[in-house]
């Protein structure tokens, strides 16, 4: 099956007291090709502020040759990738 991975931002404010605030927070979907499926950043309230969706389309040999990127809903960006193979 496919992973997710947490990635932590961090605001360090300079002072006595070296506090420190979550400023975002992603999380990262996998497939189980290790390709990216999904990353969603919220905001240090938790809110969702941008979530960004892959689809992708693969050969025979389970290399992806065609991914559509997807930002809030909307497509942003098609990719195609000719791979060729020697014996």
Same mark, same amino acid.
């Given at each position: 099956?496919?992973?997710?991975?947490?990635e932590?931002?961090?605001?360090?404010?300079?002072?006595?007291? %070296?506090?420190?605030?979550?400023?975002?927070?992603?999380? !990262?979907? @996998? &497939?189980d090709? *290790?390709?990216?499926?999904?990353? #969603?950043?919220?905001?240090?309230? %938790?809110?969702?502020?941008?979530?960004?969706?892959?689809? !992708?389309? @693969? &050969?025979?040999? *389970?290399n992806?040759?065609?991914k #559509?990127?997807?930002?809030?809903?909307?497509?942003?960006?098609?990719?195609?990738r000719?791979?060729?193979?020697? &014996?």
């Open positions: 099956d496919g992973k997710i991975v947490e932590r931002e961090y605001t360090y404010l300079m002072s006595t007291e %070296g506090r420190s605030y979550l400023s975002s927070k992603r999380l !990262y979907s @996998y &497939d090709k *290790d390709s990216l499926l999904e990353k #969603k950043t919220f905001n240090s309230n %938790g809110v969702n502020t941008d979530t960004i969706l892959y689809k !992708y389309v @693969y &050969d025979i040999n *389970d992806w040759i065609g #559509k990127e997807y930002r809030n809903g909307f497509p942003k960006q098609i990719t195609e000719e791979i060729g193979y020697f &014996d």
